[in-house]
């Protein structure tokens, strides 16, 4: 190769290499952009949305419609279609919890997330879905945020043994939310879609 075209190759080459995008630095748990949105979310506490959810186990699939209806510490959530038992109504607060089937039977406990597990065979982690819906981790309990996207939102966190996945946000009003989740562990993998998010004052 004459030095002339050598010289043209390396040019190229060295031109392509500067137009491949730098890595983005990635935003840190103390930013400003994470506290300010995360101080946002702390203060939505009324609130609701409807969607669908898809969850699978090594033996188990459900597919069906959820809604959720969140007042300060009281909680209503709706759950259709997955289900041998049909619909059911989970609804209660931090210390009281109720199961209802078809209309028809009723179940209490303390725990919500054993009381539906234990009649549907559903593992959802309902008391920290309260606050991962919003995208935030749950409270008094250790967490790893292990990445953040560009607008200082949670992409990815652990907690209490669950890989949390926030794959895509919307705009209600003013407050960025999540209407995508993914949640996985050792036992289930759910698929969370938020089709309607409400934020009520």
Known sequence: MRPVVWFSVVSLFLVSA??????????????????SHQNTLKHVDNWQFSGRFAAKTDTENWTGGISWSQSMQEYQINISGPLSSGSISLEGTEDYSKLSV?????????????LLQHHT??????????????????????HKIIE?????????????????????????????VPDKIFLLNHEINVRLIIQKWQIRS
Do not use: M
């Open 18 to 35: 500067c137009t491949i995008k730098p890595v983005k630095k990635p935003v840190a748990p103390d930013s400003a952009a994470w506290l």
């Open 102 to 114: 078809s209309d028809s039977e009723w179940y209490e406990d303390i725990n919500p997330q054993l």
């Open 121 to 142: 065979g559903l593992k959802l982690p309902i008391e920290e879905l309260r606050y991962w819906l919003r995208g935030l981790p749950a409270l008094n309990s250790a």
């Open 148 to 176: 953040f996207n560009e607008a200082g939102q949670l992409q990815k966190l652990q907690q209490n043994n669950w890989e949390i996945s926030f794959k895509r946000y919307k705009n209600v009003g003013t407050i960025s």
